[in-house]
């Protein structure tokens, strides 16, 4: 491999500056090179933006599990509420009824073998 020296250097890099590399005899590999590395770059910026939208829709889907968790709290407690033997009464002589005043009674079958 050939070393370049400060007047190369100095060459390729006012080459880059006035952009001659792109117009010279051997521009088609500095145009490839250049296709190549736009190509990188949107997969690059492709991949950057599904990867935010993927933790956009985590943080939405941990606050919506948030809600739904409060919601079957808030539920649970309100069933707890209604099936407590007080607000059972209480319903119950709205509409005219009433807890028995005597104790049930159990009912004893005996089979015949």
Do not use: C
């Not at 880059?16 to 190549?36: E, P, Y």
């Not at 939208?53 to 808030?74: G, H, Q």
């Amino acid at each position: 491999m050939p070393r370049i020296g400060r007047r190369g250097m100095k060459r390729k890099i006012y080459s880059i500056l006035k952009g001659t590399f792109l117009v010279s005899d051997d521009a088609f590999k500095n145009w490839r090179f250049i296709i190549f590395i736009s190509v990188l770059a949107i997969v690059m910026i492709a991949s950057s933006h599904s990867a935010d939208k993927k933790v956009y829709e985590i943080a939405r889907l941990k606050n919506e599990v948030k809600e739904m968790r409060s919601a079957f709290t808030d539920g649970r407690s309100k069933l707890m509420r209604l099936k407590m033997e007080s607000a059972v009464i209480s319903k119950m002589k709205e509409k005219g009824l009433s807890p028995s005043e005597e104790p049930p009674k159990k009912i004893k079958i005996k089979t015949q073998n």
